[in-house]
């Protein structure tokens, strides 16, 4: 069985424990020669204000935690690595796809859960993960769903976006993860808004596809990072801060 770290509710523990052995489908892709997740050199400036230079990293399988200080350029580096923000300097590969040369190629293998997620306020959450299913060429199947309702949100995913808590639309996105079979999640935050319950649905979730994926997500939140397994680095640990 797996055990929730220091922190969390007896409520939550009991969630974890039914959260076990999940049927969500995963592509091993340990034995790959290439990371799934590498940069470098990567640098960003806003006008005069240097966010970070010269980062990079090589990641195969498994969870990482960017764990820095509030307004320290986290989310400006999930951005870069998710195609999303274009950087001064430097390269990102997804799946061995550099997302410069071939960015429709790199963001097939890519699952990214931004911070806010209301990219489609009109959409309902249904109408969203059909689209994330048709885009990957795969359907939302009923282990789908069922990570949907232990995530609590089978009474929310005929919402629109714009109607939604802002933990449920993060939970929305974070479904969709296991919706065909990319190799790299990058969630910014992806805690954020969520209670006990729903946390011990994401750490199992986040165990679970580490075991073939990689997962990137940001955290001021430890106790999280430790309950993951994650492999914890600052911005030092990439290469420096501006």
């Known amino acids: 069985m797996l055990l929730l770290r220091r922190g969390f509710e007896a409520t939550a523990e009991a969630t974890h424990a039914a ?33 970070f230079q010269g980062l990079h990293d090589d990641i195969t399988s498994g969870c990482v935690a ?23 300097a430097g390269e990102v590969w997804l799946g061995g796809h550099s997302l ?28 969203y993960l059909n689209k994330v ?3 990957r060429k795969t359907a939302v199947t009923g282990d789908t769903l069922d990570l949907a309702d232990r995530f609590g949100l089978t009474p929310h995913l005929d919402k629109r976006f ?4 802002f933990g449920t639309r993060k939970k929305i996105f974070l ?11 990058i969630a910014d935050e992806p805690v954020g808004g969520l209670d006990a319950a729903a946390r011990a649905v994401l750490v199992d979730l986040f ?20 309950a993951c397994e994650a492999r914890s680095v600052t911005f030092a640990d990439l290469g420096g801060r501006g």
């Open 19 to 51: 959260t076990l052995a999940p049927r969500y489908p995963v592509k091993d892709t340990r034995h790959t020669l290439q990371p799934m997740l590498r940069f470098e050199n990567l640098s960003k400036r806003y006008g005069e204000r240097l966010i």
């Open 66 to 88: 960017l764990n820095d200080e509030s307004g320290s350029g986290k989310s400006t580096l999930l951005g870069l690595l998710a195609g999303t923000i274009e950087p001064d």
């Open 100 to 127: 410069r040369t071939a960015p429709l190629a790199a963001k097939s293998v890519l699952t990214y859960v931004p911070e806010d997620c209301m990219t489609y306020p009109d959409q309902t959450g249904r109408e």
């Open 133 to 135: 299913a048709s885009a």
């Open 162 to 165: 714009e109607q939604m808590s």
């Open 175 to 185: 479904t969709a993860a296991v919706l065909g079979e990319t190799r790299v999640l």
């Open 207 to 226: 165990r679970t596809l580490a075991q073939t994926r990689t997962v990137f997500f940001s955290s001021y939140d430890t106790v999280f990072t430790d």
